[in-house]
């Protein structure tokens, strides 16, 4: 082993160390830790919603406009057009493993990086 | 410096062959400690016939090893194949331009074989899994082919003093 070989590991454990640390620092950075409401339309995401801020948010689903209500770190749909009404009636949803869906209009709302419900229950069947 | 015949050369290069394919069959058998890392023993053969014959004879060996021991896997055009296609293309490359420059020793060449086998190998998943997600595995495979590199390198190092062989190369 000559004096090359060695200048060859040194340069390759040290990138190997600064890759590392800059894709460690990539991923911290792009996974951001703030609470958001994802709502898709046909599994395609229509509205990202920030939990913090209470406000109404309209968007369309199949079979019209469905309004979605954020307060209090909590989620729920509030008016929509379906046959049965059934996330309307599901109410305020605050836990990362209980989506809304509305199935008639092909629109989910699930809640990322928020925490999770504490019984481990994610749906109710009624 | 004394020249052999076509066919003794043949011969030898076969055999060579035969070898590190039998090496690349039996590697993934070996317990290592790491999971998804390889010592790259097949590697070692490649430096050998770089020192012996030359940049085109270790590429042939390189490439029909992989050739040949996918085919005898009957993993040939799989996954795998790519793998091993992608990481010694890239692997033999760096070699060759090393071999070239001509500044450093076997374990070098081998250090920066197995770091650039990693790199070929990160690109033919990013291919077949078209996500560039690949590359996080990157630093772990760079950082590895310093030992194994080394190892492979100084095996070389060592089966090259021991050979009693003709100088094979022609210059």
């Known amino acids: 082993m000559n004096k090359y070989d060695k200048y060859l ?7 190997s160390i600064l890759m590392y640390s800059s894709m460690e620092w990539f991923v911290r950075a792009s996974t951001s830790s703030q609470t958001v409401a994802v709502v898709t339309f046909h ?15 309209t968007v369309k ?7 979605i209500e954020v307060s209090n770190g909590k989620v729920r749909v509030e008016k929509e057009t379906s046959p049965y009404h059934l996330c309307s009636i599901q109410g305020w949803v605050q836990y990362a493993n209980v989506p809304i ?3 008639p209009n092909y629109i989910v709302v699930m809640i990322k990086n928020g925490t999770v419900n504490p019984d481990g229950t994610d749906v109710n069947t009624k | 410096m004394k020249k052999i015949s076509q066919t003794k050369r043949l011969t030898y290069l076969t055999m060579l062959l035969a070898m590190s394919i039998l090496l690349h069959m039996i590697e993934p058998a070996l317990p290592i400690a790491v999971p998804g890392i390889k010592l790259g023993l097949a590697n070692i053969l490649g430096i050998i016939v770089l020192y012996l014959f030359g940049i085109k004879e ?3 060996i390189n490439f029909m090893r992989v050739l040949l021991a996918s085919l005898l896997r009957g993993t040939l055009f799989g996954t795998a194949f790519w793998l091993s296609m992608g990481g010694v293309t890239l692997s033999s490359l760096m070699v060759i331009i090393l071999f070239r420059i001509n500044l450093f020793s076997k374990i070098g060449l081998s250090v920066a074989s197995a770091a650039f086998h990693g790199v070929g190998q990160i690109i033919a998943l990013i291919f077949i899994n078209q996500t560039v997600m690949m590359v996080y595995w990157l630093p772990i495979l760079w950082f590895s082919s310093v030992p194994t590199g080394y ?3 100084s095996l070389a190092d060592q089966v090259l003093k021991r050979i009693r062989l003709p100088k094979l190369m022609v210059k």
Do not use: E, H, P, Q
């Open chain 1, 9 to 15: 590991i040194v340069f390759i454990v040290i990138s």
């Open chain 1, 43 to 57: 599994d395609k995401v229509v509205l990202r919603i920030d939990m913090k801020v209470n406000k109404n948010y």
């Open chain 1, 61 to 67: 689903g199949a079979l019209g406009d469905v309004i």
């Open chain 1, 101 to 103: 869906v509305c199935l």
């Open chain 2, 58 to 60: 270790m590429l042939v």
């Open chain 2, 151 to 153: 190892l492979t390198g």
